[in-house]
């Protein structure tokens, strides 16, 4: 009996012993290519494809031209990042350089994530930056990401010949919820529907921004982050221009695509689209046919004053990880790419269909001596009427986006009127609030 | 009318046991001497090692870690929180967590039950084919079983459309265009379809085993005393298929309610999160980027473990398993 409880303890020792190797966790060391560079890895998430070609072009030129860093560019899809990202943060081989949204940044910082850029960048980088963006990259007065890019999330584009076929004035599209309306029903004739603008609670979630500063004048959490404020009657309105539009099959029920995707649009299935302002590079990319029958827009406002927000300014930057053993390395690269010579980001601009804002105002300059520029039509309206009335990306957890999502989801679908759909927004945000102990906490730029 | 022995409950078997006769008094049983015993015992203990270190390292371990693991706030860059059972109590109070268990439940109802129908009507049909038939109807059931999860999703995707397949044949009938993948009612139906079609071929198989093993006697005998075939199914067929059945409706139902691939590709929970899932609102939750979504996930994982546990508990109390009575 005891030689068998000493076999037992024995064997369970062993297990346990392999188990603690298998389970342990092994820090990721610096990497060394065979010349001796440090390997920089640099994780970008997928987007539209051109911007694939771009990146590599320009990691290719980065690495030939460099005798001690050699940059490792991964492409990783936008629906495998997150699980992919943590995935990697827990087994201590987070990437070097990651692309990161505006909106996630606040919570990184606080988590720890994010590697202070002052003192890794020159700050005649930082002077560079646009007033209005340096808030998005700022937290307590120190930057924690250099921006790339913004793009305003809802725009309208509108067919002209259409508009024209239903005795509309493409040269006055419409300024109220209420005009929208009206066009989506004169525009919906036979298979083609009138509209079409996010459907689904993920989507919704974060399209809808602009439109809630549009509805009210604020998103539905106080400002320092301590209720929610979603049952405001002004949010109503809001679910109520998603609801007609759905009920009153101007758009279609079963969407192949998310929100972000124009193809439904560029295939002429519908007449008008809220869409951000990416969609024009997919246009001229992917539909070329499709540019001359096409207007933009603001997106029409609540009560039709023009210089209400009608969409938050997202976009992307580039990112150096905290635990990263070569932030110095990977800083250069980032300043390379996004703050160094303006022909670069200038470059990119002009492959993206001028579909993207810079936030530089060096790049600015560059892009002025640029005729296709200059002359672009959607540029010039989405840079002069949408973007200065844009605001920033709010920087709380996604679940309480994509509760107020699933209450405009909700009153679209006809699972409960919107007071109700609110109420229970509003419940969900706090609980949110009260679980992750959100109140006081919202970020200082 | 008694076709079948009946199995015997646990008071029966223990009578019908022989009783061994107790060893006469001063009569010894042979001892086995203590060094063979103890060669014999490391053998044993040899051949299960493999098992025993494998389970412990990957079902043991982890799950005791991750119990561990769910009473901190975890953070991959700052000193995790030590938290004790708050993320239980935030789980068990989270409404979304029990609307996807709910949903869970409902799935599982929708096609396990139905899947089960279908495969002993189909079984029996096979059963009385000849065996050239029986091959090519096994063969053509089986088919769905090995299509990828992924793909039968895209394919049920575009059958939905408002352009699609389903949509055309309601509108032979005049009727539609239904919206399957976008009204909250009818999402969590419609995604049970291609659930029912994926699972339905190899329960097929599985309850065609279970009906060639019953003797054709009995049939011949029931039908000798005027037995039809509802009569020969409820007292012959389903009692001698009786651990078949609660061996497809445990697992069917373990399985259905983790169904994960089809909402996820079909609909992404929605709409109104009418197809969002127990391992769809845990890998949501996890997607999240925040310390709490990854404590939160991990301690919904670990519940939604207990849940079907217990759930299974119930069914194998409700239904026991008996040995196979094969006369």
């Known amino acids: 009996m005891r030689k068998g409880y000493?076999?037992?303890?024995?064997?369970?020792?062993?297990?346990?012993?392999?188990?603690?190797?298998?389970?342990?966790?092994g820090s990721g060391g610096e990497q060394k290519t065979a010349d001796g560079r440090t390997v920089v890895t640099f994780w970008q998430q997928k987007f539209e494809d051109y911007q694939q070609a771009w990146f590599k072009k320009q990691v290719d030129t980065f690495n030939t031209n460099q005798t001690k860093i050699k940059v490792d560019l991964q492409v990783v899809p936008a629906d495998t990042w997150p699980q992919k990202l943590k995935a990697a943060q827990a087994a201590g081989k987070a990437p070097d350089i990651a692309t990161t949204n505006y909106g996630n940044i606040p919570a990184a910082v606080a988590n720890g994530e994010l590697a202070e850029l002052d003192g890794l960048l020159p700050t005649e980088a930082f002077d560079d930056i646009k007033d209005n963006v340096r808030s998005f990259v700022t937290i307590n007065g120190k930057h924690y990401a250099y921006p790339m890019l913004v793009e305003p999330s809802t725009v309208l584009y509108y067919r002209t010949d259409l508009a024209e076929a239903a005795g509309l004035d493409p040269a006055k599209p419409p300024a109220s919820w209420a005009e929208l309306d009206t066009w989506a029903a004169k525009l919906t004739q036979g298979k083609v529907k009138g509209m079409t603008i996010a459907s689904a609670a993920p989507d919704l979630g974060w399209s809808s921004w602009g439109l809630q500063y549009n509805a009210c004048g604020h998103l539905p959490v106080a400002d320092d982050w301590s209720k929610s404020v979603a049952t405001e009657p002004c949010f109503e309105r809001l679910l109520g221009?998603?609801?007609?539009?759905?009920?009153?099959?101007?758009?279609?029920?079963?969407?192949?695509?998310?929100?972000?995707?124009?193809?439904?649009?560029?295939?002429?299935?519908?007449?008008?689209?809220?869409?951000?302002?990416?969609?024009?590079?997919?246009?001229?990319?992917?539909?070329?046919?499709?540019?001359?029958?096409?207007?933009?827009?603001?997106?029409?406002?609540?009560?039709?004053?023009?210089?209400?927000?009608?969409?938050?300014?997202?976009?992307?930057?580039?990112?150096?990880?905290?635990?990263?053993?070569?932030?110095?390395?990977?800083?250069?690269?980032?300043?390379?790419?996004?703050?160094?010579?303006?022909?670069?980001?200038?470059?990119?601009?002009?492959?993206?269909?001028?579909?993207?804002?810079?936030?530089?105002?060096?790049?600015?300059?560059?892009?002025?001596?640029?005729?296709?520029?200059?002359?672009?039509?959607?540029?010039?309206?989405?840079?002069?009427?949408?973007?200065?009335?844009?605001?920033?990306?709010?920087?709380?957890?996604?679940?309480?986006?994509?509760?107020?999502?699933?209450?405009?989801?909700?009153?679209?679908?006809?699972?409960?009127?919107?007071?109700?759909?609110?109420?229970?927004?509003?419940?969900?945000?706090?609980?949110?609030?009260?679980?992750?102990?959100?109140?006081?906490?919202?970020?200082?730029? | 009318m008694a076709l079948v022995?009946?199995?015997?409950?646990?008071?029966?078997?223990?009578?019908?046991?022989?009783?061994?006769?107790?060893?006469?008094?001063?009569?010894?049983?042979?001892?086995?001497?203590?060094?063979?015993?103890?060669?014999e015992n490391l053998t044993a203990y040899l051949m299960i090692a493999p098992m025993v270190i494998l389970l412990s390292i990957f079902v043991a371990w982890p799950l005791a870690y991750s119990?561990?693991?769910?009473?901190?706030?975890?953070?991959?860059?700052?000193?995790?929180?030590?938290?004790?059972?708050?993320?239980?109590?935030?789980?068990?109070?989270?409404?979304?967590?029990?609307?996807?268990?709910?949903?869970?439940?409902?799935?599982?109802?929708?096609?396990?039950?139905?899947?089960?129908?279908?495969?002993?009507?189909?079984?029996?049909?096979?059963?009385?084919?000849?065996?050239?038939?029986?091959?090519?109807?096994?063969?053509?059931?089986?088919?769905?079983?090995?299509?990828?999860?992924?793909?039968?999703?895209?394919?049920?995707?575009f059958m939905y459309q408002d352009e699609g397949v389903a949509n055309w044949l309601l509108g032979l009938l005049s009727q539609g265009p239904v919206n399957w993948l976008n009204d909250p009612h009818l999402a969590l139906p419609a995604i049970a379809i291609p659930g029912i079609w994926l699972g339905f071929g190899i329960s097929t198989l599985i309850m065609l085993a279970g009906l060639l093993d019953i003797p054709d006697s009995y049939y011949e005998q029931a039908q000798i005393d005027g037995a039809g075939w509802f009569t020969q199914l409820r007292h012959i067929t389903i009692p001698l298929l009786k651990n078949v059945l609660l061996y497809l409706f445990v697992?069917?139902?373990?399985?259905?309610?983790?169904?994960?691939?089809?909402?996820?590709?079909?609909?992404?929970?929605?709409?109104?999160?009418?197809?969002?899932?127990?391992?769809?609102?845990?890998?949501?939750?996890?997607?999240?980027?925040t310390p709490y979504a990854t404590s939160f996930s991990l301690t919904a994982a670990l519940l939604l473990f207990a849940v079907i546990g217990a759930i299974s508990m119930v069914v194998f109390r409700l239904v026991r398993s008996d040995k196979a009575v094969d006369g």
């Open chain 2, 5 to 39: 022995q009946q199995p015997a409950g646990p008071a029966a078997s223990t009578a019908a046991v022989p009783p061994v006769p107790p060893a006469p008094a001063g009569r010894r049983r042979r001892r086995v001497p203590a060094a063979r015993q103890g060669r």
């Open chain 1, 6 to 25: 000493r076999t037992w303890i024995a064997a369970s020792s062993a297990v346990l012993a392999a188990s603690l190797a298998l389970t342990g966790c």
């Open chain 1, 241 to 445: 221009l998603y609801k007609g539009l759905y009920q009153g099959g101007y758009m279609p029920k079963q969407p192949k695509v998310g929100y972000a995707d124009g193809t439904p649009y560029g295939q002429g299935e519908v007449a008008m689209m809220a869409g951000g302002s990416w969609v024009v590079g997919q246009l001229k990319n992917e539909f070329p046919k499709m540019i001359e029958k096409t207007a933009v827009a603001p997106f029409p406002s609540v009560d039709g004053d023009p210089s209400r927000t009608t969409a938050t300014l997202g976009g992307w930057t580039l990112t150096v990880d905290a635990k990263s053993k070569a932030k110095q390395d990977a800083a250069e690269f980032v300043a390379w790419l996004l703050a160094g010579e303006p022909a670069i980001m200038a470059d990119f601009f002009k492959a993206s269909g001028f579909s993207k804002y810079t936030v530089r105002t060096s790049v600015d300059e560059a892009l002025a001596s640029n005729a296709d520029a200059s002359a672009d039509p959607f540029m010039k309206i989405i840079s002069e009427r949408v973007v200065p009335n844009g605001k920033a990306e709010p920087a709380y957890p996604w679940d309480i986006s994509l509760a107020f999502g699933t209450a405009i989801e909700s009153a679209m679908k006809g699972g409960s009127d919107a007071p109700a759909a609110l109420r229970k927004a509003d419940a969900a945000i706090n609980d949110v609030i009260k679980k992750q102990s959100l109140a006081g906490t919202a970020p200082t730029r």
């Open chain 2, 67 to 157: 119990v561990y693991l769910s009473t901190f706030k975890i953070s991959f860059y700052q000193e995790p929180e030590f938290v004790g059972l708050d993320f239980y109590g935030y789980v068990l109070e989270s409404a979304g967590f029990w609307h996807s268990i709910v949903v869970g439940l409902y799935y599982a109802l929708l096609t396990v039950p139905t899947i089960m129908a279908l495969s002993l009507l189909l079984a029996t049909f096979i059963k009385s084919l000849s065996k050239r038939a029986a091959a090519f109807m096994k063969t053509t059931v089986y088919l769905p079983a090995v299509m990828s999860t992924v793909v039968t999703s895209v394919l049920f995707v």
């Open chain 2, 251 to 289: 697992t069917g139902f373990t399985l259905a309610i983790q169904m994960l691939d089809l909402p996820l590709i079909m609909t992404g929970g929605g709409p109104v999160e009418a197809t969002n899932t127990p391992n769809l609102y845990i890998f949501d939750s996890f997607r999240d980027l």
